[in-house]
């Protein structure tokens, strides 16, 4: 039998421009191809290449048509086409102006992503656009939809930008581990100014057109077709001279203090992503447009995408954007697919309970147009309720300059006023009877086909389900602290759910603003099943030698926002030791250090105890003198002194690499496990809720793609090394899917959710 063998891309690191970047050795994509889209419209006339169409509209003007559905991408295609009709356009004497446009209301979403890691094909953008700017009739973009990326450098290099009021505009290629490279960085300052280019290139942030409009980076807003109006525009400045309409002609506008400027940028690009290289390479490009000639700008732009573009980082980020999108696309073990059923629509909704998630979740529903039926049982939490959600809500109208959404939210006391909503979100507390209770007084009063959803982290959605009349109308919908603001949504499928249920969930998180990401019902789901040995590792760690801090510098430093104590300290510690007792884990006094018959660390339950709770009473694994800066502890390193004396433990030194192996690994060998166990449909799942809910560096792509990074063998080696080590912490031995991925010369990501059907058809 032959043996297909897959080789794991190699990550080596390189010094560039003195800075250490990590590059992926064979450049090879793994993103999840994203699937082509039917061309709904056409228009008549000379069709270039089929993707960007050539008409002469209005007698003078000529009209060019971006055509790549969905969103008109910079393909090699599209890219011959504009090639080839602005020559067109050019050559025609009748043709006065030109206008560019995108078909389907979308003006561009720039470069085609799905293109990156095949060798370049087609024209270059760079002199492309520089030849729409040095053309000798004015060109004008007419955005519509988005201009994005490589459609705003396109349309930067026009001579005038004329933008519908409901269009977004961006250069969001540091998003993907880039910069914008045919010539954003260097165009966008001579417009803007620089700390506004800083911003919007280091961010990738989308903006609005009003916006755009107050930067100058459009010229003209209009409420009408987009098209039509830049096609007047562009009859009234036909003969007008076009020397300063060049952007690249213009001064790049210069504070001062150049270097404050920049040294200032510098330091927040470095804090926000920690190890991020691209928004480093954004602001060097942005310092190259303030202080060399256009050219030589241009010149610096290059190589420094040089250094990003086969970085490990570009291709963990646009990994993570195919990922994001792929996450809905989800089948049950039994073969339905929640995507092909079609959900439900959802007018109204409840949320009851409105605690600290309640609140967050009602938030959100409103703000995204939905009328919500919010209930609390008694009057005084109910009333501290719509005090803190209209803040809430005043406070985000605010800053996107909207009325805030109060009149979307009825409040009650009565359980029977969720009556006629389509949708329960139930938020109490974490208390099983209380929650099975709940379940069964909804189920008599709300209508007869409403959805119920419990927002509960750790229960079995079954046990829920079991309390309704039809339990294929009841899932989880799994929200993160604040709901409001976190995008990830785990929405889980218990035995009996419906696709129709799934989907409607799913469906209402994207109404959200969020990412729903469907997933099996088993304890601690799929993010806080993982969590778990990861945070149990830390604790193994501080036994053997460790501090809080050395334990987080070494997460940090990879990448995370926060290491795992200070996250413990920021959730409270009293929530784990909760989760802990309800298992039946914790014993007072905590000197026994094997529990269920394998090792356990009873250093959390121990600060419990000594109320220590965290953040929320000053003191946890770290103190907290009036602020949230967590400091360093003197009675903490006593009290874990004076812990591993008692247990006759030795402390050792323990390295940055053994941190990172041992919390890193044993979470990705449950992330395996989780695959294996379709809880999960696949590695992008898993990294998703990573990515968005636990603050895994986006640039190292999600655990799963990490490991793929890393090499399975080595995650596979590393596992059974600690393993004999530690032969009583049974999660570290490397379980059957990855000793399989590994028998099978480790396939790259985007090939395991072949495999996983493969072995769960045999099962
Ligand atoms: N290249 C290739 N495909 C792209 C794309 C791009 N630049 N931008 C979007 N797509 C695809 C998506 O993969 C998705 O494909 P699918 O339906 O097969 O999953 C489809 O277009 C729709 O995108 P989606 O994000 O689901 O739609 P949306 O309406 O929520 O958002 C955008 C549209 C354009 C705002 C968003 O897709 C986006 O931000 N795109 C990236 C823009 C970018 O970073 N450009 C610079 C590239 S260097
Ligand atoms: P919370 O204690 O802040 O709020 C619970 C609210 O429910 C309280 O306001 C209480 O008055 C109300 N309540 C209790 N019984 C009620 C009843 N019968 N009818 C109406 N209201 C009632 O709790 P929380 O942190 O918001 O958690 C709520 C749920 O969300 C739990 O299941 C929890 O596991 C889950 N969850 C919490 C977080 C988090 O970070 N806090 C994250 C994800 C999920």
């Known amino acids: 039998m032959k043996t297909q063998l897959w080789t794991d891309a190699v990550m080596t690191t390189r010094r560039i421009n003195g800075a250490k970047v990590e590059v992926v050795l064979p450049a090879k994509t793994s993103t999840v191809q994203s699937s082509a889209h039917a ?68 003006f561009c979403g720039g470069a085609d992503i799905r293109e990156f890691g095949s060798p370049m094909a087609g024209p270059p953008l760079v002199p492309m656009i520089h030849a729409i700017e040095a053309a000798g009739k004015p060109v004008v973009a007419a955005i519509e939809g988005v201009a994005l990326g490589g459609g705003l450098e396109l349309a930067l290099g026009c001579h005038y930008r004329i933008a519908h009021s409901k269009a977004k505009v961006g250069l969001p290629e540091v998003t993907l581990g880039l910069l914008p490279a045919a010539g954003g960085t260097q165009r966008l300052p001579r417009l803007t ?11 990738g942030r989308h903006i609005t057109a009003a916006e755009a409009l107050k930067l100058s980076i459009v010229d003209q807003l209009t409420d009408q077709s987009g098209v039509d109006a830049a096609v007047k525009f562009a009859k009234s400045v036909a003969e007008q001279p076009l020397d300063a309409r060049r952007v690249s002609n213009l001064p790049c506008p210069c504070p001062p203090d150049l270097d404050a400027l920049f040294e200032a940028a510098m330091q927040k690009v470095r804090r926000r992503a920690r190890g991020a290289t691209a928004p480093v390479a954004c602001v060097q490009a942005l310092r190259a447009a303030a202080t060399l000639p256009y050219a030589r700008g241009m010149q610096r732009e290059e ?52 605690g600290t998630m309640g609140r967050g979740i009602t938030v959100s529903l409103a703000q995204a147009g939905l009328s919500v039926i919010a209930v609390e049982a008694e009057e005084k939490p109910l009333k501290e309720a719509k005090q803190a959600i209209s803040g809430m809500l005043q406070r985000g109208a605010a800053r996107r300059g909207e009325a805030p959404a109060l009149d979307l939210i009825t409040y009650s006391q009565n359980l029977r006023a969720v009556a006629d909503a389509d949708l329960v979100i139930e938020a109490v507390f974490e208390d099983a009877d209380l929650k099975k209770r709940l379940f069964r007084q909804l189920s008599a009063v709300c209508k007869p086909r409403a959805f119920l959803c419990t927002n509960t982290s750790s229960l079995d959605i079954d046990l829920l389900a079991a309390q309704s009349r039809l339990p294929e109308l009841v899932v989880g919908m799994h929200f993160f602290a604040p709901a ?54 830390g ?22 926002a926060m290491g795992l104590f200070r996250m413990s300290d920021l959730s409270g510690i ?22 269920q ?46 812990y591993r004396a008692r247990h006759g433990l030795a402390a050792r030194r323990i390295d940055r690499r053994e941190v990172l192996e041992r919390c890193l690994y044993a979470l990705i060998n449950e992330g395996f496990r989780i695959l294996e166990e379709g809880i999960a449909a696949g590695p992008e799942d898993v990294d998703v809720i990573y990515v968005l809910g636990y603050g895994w560096p986006k640039h190292r792509g999600g655990p799963m793609f990490y490991a793929s990074m890393v090499g399975l063998t080595k995650i596979s080696e590393r596992l059974e090394y600690y393993q004999q080590a530690h032969p009583d912490v049974p999660y570290l031995q490397p379980c059957s899917l990855l000793r399989r991925l590994v028998a099978s010369g480790s396939p790259p990501v985007h090939k395991w959710r072949e495999i996983i059907k493969k072995t769960h058809s045999h099962l």
């Not at 700390?195 to 961010?203: K, M």
């Open 484 to 537: 409001h603001v976190m995008k990830l949504l785990e929405v889980v499928y218990g035995s009996r759910s419906s696709p129709e249920a799934v989907a409607t969930a799913v469906n209402l998180g994207k109404r959200m603003g969020k990412v729903g990401v469907a997933v099996g019902n088993c304890r601690g789901f799929v993010g806080n099943r993982m969590l778990s040995p990861y945070f149990e590792q």
């Open 574 to 595: 009293d929530v784990g030791w909760r989760v802990r007792k309800a298992e039946g884990l914790v014993q007072p006094g905590a000197a026994v250090r094997v529990r």
């Open 39 to 106: 061309i709904k419209k056409k228009r008549n006339n000379f069709s270039c290449g089929k993707m960007a169409q050539y008409s002469r509209v209005s007698g003078t003007v000529g009209l060019i048509t971006l055509q790549n559905p969905p969103v008109n991408a910079l393909s090699a295609a599209v890219r011959q086409g504009i090639v080839d009709t602005v020559k067109r356009a050019l050559g025609d004497p009748e043709v006065k102006s030109v206008v560019i446009c995108g078909q389907n209301g979308v």
């Open 193 to 203: 100014g620089l700390p506004a280019a800083i911003e919007l290139i280091t961010t």
């Open 303 to 354: 190589e420094l995408m040089a250094t990003l573009f086969t970085s490990g980082q570009a291709r963990a980020l646009q990994y993570a954007f195919f990922a994001q999108r792929a996450a809905g696309r989800w089948s049950m073990p039994s073969g339905a697919r929640w995507d092909g059923s079609e959900p439900k629509p959802v007018r109204k909704a409840a949320v009851v309970g409105l």
């Open 539 to 560: 604790l193994f760690l501080l036994e053997e030698g460790a501090t809080p801090e050395s334990v987080d510098a070494a997460l940090e430093e990879f990448g995370f």
């Open 597 to 642: 018959g394998r090792r356990y660390s009873p250093l959390g339950d121990l600060l419990y105890e000594q109320g220590r709770f965290g953040q929320k009473t000053g003191r946890g694994w770290y103190r907290y003198d009036n602020s949230r800066e967590a400091t360093p502890d003197p009675w903490l390193h006593g009290f874990l002194e004076a």
